[in-house]
């Protein structure tokens, strides 16, 4: 992953968008790819390469589980969702996120007049 | 170590291959389910099925790329790591080796000398008696008023009949004496073995069954009876093969023919052991005999406590006195428990080696738990590096852990190995009355080695993981810019407890090397004491007459007299002669004796006088020198004026000026006897240099015949290499005599302190072993404040500070320690040793000599561990110092 620059400026925020997405109920990979490309209007396409590994490590890190249940089409597909130290991870990453926007709009604002 | 990392390999392919077989299932359903909703979205767009999937599985991307990820993140599994740490460890326990070799030396001593003693103390003191309902057997005493203390004295058969028709505590009651009988089998040489009459009632009330056979019956326990015996499990297999139609067989047994009526069970003990057990076929003369040789046996009554059961024996003993005053005046009579018999004197010794012990697994605590906290200390920078690396906080502990605990069962394996070795050296100590039955049975318990295994590896645990959490979740920057100048709260702390830990350790030790002190003093001026006799080169061989031809005294006496003619003219025989109780073969005869010409003392209170028969060659064979007089001669015979020579204390209580030689003696022994008083002869320490010498009085054999005569031959060179001329010589008077312990004397003079010489091989082990690990902590603690302080010491020395002065501020903080460690350590000894009490010989329990010499050398011993790492410091180039922080 580290040889992709791109994949390295997601990395964090990749976690963030997972943890939203799954804040709205538990969710398969491919819903999750759906919804944040959708959700985004398309702007954000993430790949496959990424969002397994985000979801396996955000699993180990005990933030999100899994299970195995069946979809409303009776497939058998592995559904994620949210933990309490996943919604409490969340909570400090969107703090995080809005103390760091804010922080570099007001860099962006600065006129030089 | 490398088939401790091939293990370790082995183990994680094994895990690791189980988890990557359901990860790979996971990561390919997965995967398909992916791409199959990723088709179907683009069929429901307009595209072609088959474009559709081609185009999908294009999307997903380089498969094996994101299964590489995917594959990085999932792993991190609990196989996959204890392999990694397991490795880990291995590389750095091997890394700092003296720390490990330290630790899990302390760690094996700990558990395996703790588990050893104790375990041997559960056997003897705490386990139930292998007898039935054991707590209501009682033996049953008589002491003496001039006694002190609580001394046990066998009692006589008159007594014993009285006490069984009177003594209503008891439902059974039996008496029972030890005694070496001769065996004849058909087709060998006689041997002599240690057997024992006892009372029908022994072995029933024991609630031992038979192997084979049945035990002798009461009407077979009275005098003329068809003789009957029964034979010890071991004796019957060693002697008579184990041959079952032994039941009903005739044994020739002291020359009479006994019919054998049973077999004992396998291991099964009581008091010394026993090769024939015959019944004691008291007669009515009995009612009346003197002289006290039983010991007896009895069962209480159910809810009879054995302190009533005491008291009434003591009401008996005073009807007794009234009644029997010329058996029993100024005697008293008690009950006791058996098992305090049965221990006997093992008991003091085993508690106070348990105490010790325990002191040695509190030191080896100490010395874990100081290591730990040292080598955490060490590791702070590689943990801070690690945690900046990114490693989880939970990977550090649990790598901490992988190494608490690889050490902890290196330490535990060699640890049972030494639990198993000290068992069997223990074994020897405990008393033989519980030989076969319970000491047989000590093997490692199991409990306790449990118990003292989690307790030392949680010690290490525990002080492994405080620093290692604690270091795990410190901002790693702070762990690594503070660098070696350390000096966190944290770090101070742990220095503080390492120093709390490093005095314990020493006071410790040195109450463990104090009790050493002393019991080597004993041991020493145990061996000081002279004996009395030159038991070099004097070879002994004992033999006790069996056969209606030596029923006479005279033919006794002829074989004893011509058996030392035909050894002294053994080839390498300087001098021979023969007594009936050997010194230092815990055997004597007391009796009480008068002085012709003295008062008259009231009856009960005369002088007790040990009695030995001797032949003429006796003193002279034994290098026992006459002060006064002359010895035995083979002029005293038999029907002429009877003579005695006395030891040097009977002369000196009764005739503490002048000579004793020409006054005379009065004894009843078969009859009243007055001797004339010949000479004085040196003192003999009889029962051990733990024992002042008794009054002796020596009568020639001819005069005072027995049945049953030592001999002790003085030889020019290894006395060993007479033994078998010695028993040609004696099997050539008499073939159907058998001869026992034939052995050089100096068997019996170290046999006399072999008791202390285990018991001071021990304490020493204990103490240096405790001094060992105490010098481990103070050179710990040294070489951590140097390490400390390394930076201002290069800081100073640069500044051009003396090396002696950077020597001295490095060392103090250890000599501070050690001193504080050395009072705190004399204190507790002092208050402690006196429980040693009857182990020491010679010295007191606050023996100034000990301490001074524990204090020295563990000053000595402190100051050198503090100096090392001290030393170091001085060593050190100032640039490289400064440079390395």
């Known amino acids: 992953m580290a040889d992709d620059p791109r994949n390295d400026l997601l990395h964090g925020t990749l976690d963030m968008l997972v943890l939203k997405t799954l804040q709205l109920g538990p969710m398969h990979g491919w819903g999750i790819t759906e919804l944040l490309q959708r959700g985004s209007a398309d702007v954000l396409q993430v790949g496959q390469g990424s969002l397994y590994p985000a979801l396996y490590r955000l699993e180990r890190q005990r933030f999100i589980k899994s299970s195995w249940q069946t979809t409303e089409n009776k497939r058998r597909a592995r559904y994620y969702a949210l933990t309490a130290r996943g919604r409490q991870r969340l909570a400090e990453e969107r703090e995080n996120w809005a103390r760091m926007s804010h922080a570099i709009e007001m860099i962006l604002r600065l006129s030089s007049t | 170590m490398r088939f401790l990392d091939t293990l370790a390999e082995a183990a994680a392919r094994l895990g690791g291959w189980l988890v990557r077989q359901e990860r790979e299932s996971r990561l390919t359903d997965e995967m398909r389910f992916h791409v199959d909703m990723q088709a179907e979205a683009l069929v429901r767009g307009g595209a072609e099925p088959s474009e559709a999937r081609r185009r999908a599985l294009v999307a997903f991307g380089g498969r094996e790329r994101w299964r590489d990820a995917a594959r990085d993140e999932y792993r991190a599994q609990f196989f996959d790591r204890l392999g990694q740490d397991v490795r880990y460890g291995v590389r750095s326990l091997l890394h700092a080796r003296v720390y490990t070799a330290a630790a899990i030396a302390t760690l094996a001593l700990g558990i395996g000398a703790t588990t050893a003693i104790f375990s041997v103390v559960d056997a003897v003191l705490l386990r139930p008696l292998p007898y039935a309902d054991p707590n209501g057997l009682v033996m049953l005493w008589e002491h003496h008023m001039s006694d002190v203390g609580d001394a046990h004295n066998v009692t006589g058969p008159a007594n014993f009949l009285d006490w069984r028709e009177e003594a209503r505590s008891f439902s059974a009651m039996a008496a029972f004496v030890g005694t070496r009988v001769t065996v004849a089998a058909a087709g060998g040489d006689p041997v002599s073995e240690q057997s024992r009459y006892a009372n029908a009632a022994l072995l029933p009330m024991l609630g031992v069954k038979p192997f084979i056979g049945r035990f002798y019956t009461e009407a077979e326990d009275t005098p003329g009876a068809p003789r009957v015996g029964v034979l010890d499990y071991g004796f019957w297999q060693r002697r008579f093969g184990g041959r079952r139609d032994i039941v009903g067989a005739t044994a020739r047994i002291n020359g009479n023919d006994v019919t054998i009526v049973g077999v004992l069970p396998k291991n099964f003990a009581f008091f010394e052991p026993a090769a024939v057990w015959l019944p004691m076929r008291f007669s009515n003369a009995d009612r009346t005999a003197g002289g006290r040789y039983l010991r007896v046996l009895a069962r209480l009554k159910p809810g009879v406590s054995w302190q009533q059961a ?140 449990v118990f003292v295994i989690c307790v030392a590896v949680a010690t290490g645990i525990a002080f492994g993981l405080a620093p290692a959490l604690q270091s795990a979740r410190r901002d790693p920057k702070d762990a690594l810019s503070e660098g070696g100048r350390g000096g966190s709260g944290g770090t101070r ?128 064979a034994m290098g026992i020198p006459i002060e006064d007089g002359r010895g035995l001669e083979s002029t005293d015979r038999r029907g002429g004026a009877e003579v005695a020579v006395i030891s040097h204390t009977l002369a000196r209580t009764f005739w503490p000026n002048g000579s004793p030689v020409g006054h005379a003696l009065t004894y ?108 481990i902590g103070i050179y710990g603690v040294g070489a951590y404040t140097v390490q400390q302080r390394r930076h201002e010491f290069g800081i100073r020395m640069a500044l051009g500070a003396q090396r002696g002065s950077v020597l001295s501020m490095a060392i103090r903080r250890g000599l501070v320690l050690a001193g504080v460690g050395l009072a705190v350590g004399v204190v507790g000894a002092l208050s402690l040793t006196h429980l040693m009490g009857t182990l020491l010989f010679g010295v007191k329990p606050n023996d100034p000599v000990t301490f001074v010499w524990v204090a020295v050398a563990l000053a000595a011993v402190a100051a050198l561990s503090a100096w090392v790492p001290a030393w170091r410091a001085t060593r050190l180039d100032p640039v490289a110092a400064l440079r390395s922080d």
């Not at chain 2, 190494?403 to 068992?423: C, D, F, K």
């Not at chain 2, 001098?575 to 009856?603: D, E, K, Y």
């Not at chain 2, 015949?705 to 050539?732: E, K």
């Not at chain 2, 006399?752 to 690990?773: C, E, H, K, N, P």
Request: overall charge positive; aromatic content about 6%.
């Open chain 2, 493 to 620: 702390r742990a220095g503080r407890l390492r120093a709390a830990l490093v005095v314990v350790e020493i006071a410790l030790a040195v109450v463990l090397l104090a009790g050493a002190g002393l019991m080597v003093r004993s041991l020493t001026d145990l061996r000081r004491v002279p004996l009395g006799f030159n038991a070099e080169h004097v070879l002994t061989a004992g033999v006790v007459l069996h056969g209606a031809a030596y029923n006479n005294d005279t033919t006794a006496v002829g074989f004893f007299e011509q058996a030392e003619q035909r050894l002294a003219s053994l080839p390498g025989v300087r001098a021979v002669g023969a007594i009936s109780w050997l010194p230092l073969s815990g055997l004597r005869a007391a009796s009480s004796f008068t002085v012709v010409g003295q008062p008259v003392p009231p009856l009960g209170q005369e002088p007790v006088g040990d009695f030995r028969a001797i032949t003429p060659g006796y003193f002279a």
């Open chain 2, 668 to 775: 009843e022994w078969a009859g009243w006897h007055t001797a004339r008083i010949v000479g004085v002869a040196g003192d003999v320490h009889h029962d051990g240099p733990r024992t002042e010498p008794y009054m002796e009085i020596y009568l020639p054999l001819e005069q005072f015949p027995y049945s049953g005569m030592t001999f002790v031959v003085r030889t020019s060179g290894d006395p060993v290499a007479v033994a078998a001329p010695l028993r040609a010589a004696l099997r050539n008077i008499d073939p159907g005599q058998a001869v026992a312990d034939v052995k050089p004397m100096t068997d019996f003079v170290r046999a006399s302190v072999g008791d202390t010489r285990l018991d001071t091989v021990l304490f020493a082990a204990f103490g240096v072993i405790g001094l060992v690990l105490a010098m």
């Open chain 2, 310 to 449: 005491d008291r009434e024996m003591k009401m008996i003993a005073r009807r007794r006195a009234v009644d029997m005053p010329q058996l029993d005046a100024n005697w008293t009579a008690l009950a006791s428990p058996l098992r305090g018999d049965l221990v006997g004197t093992s008991r003091t010794p085993l508690m106070v080696l348990f105490g010790a012990v325990g002191f040695l697994l509190l030191i080896a605590c100490a010395n874990v738990a100081n290591l730990m906290l040292a080598r955490a200390g060490d590791r702070r920078r590689e943990m801070a590096v690690r945690v900046a690396l990114g490693a989880a906080p939970r990977r550090i502990v649990a790598q901490m852990l992988t190494e608490s605990l690889m050490l902890a069962v290196s330490g535990a394996a060699l640890g049972v190995l030494g639990a198993w070795a000290g068992t069997r050296v223990l074994g020897r100590m405990a008393p033989p009355a519980l030989d076969t039955a319970a000491v047989s049975g000590i093997g490692i318990d199991g409990r306790v080695l």
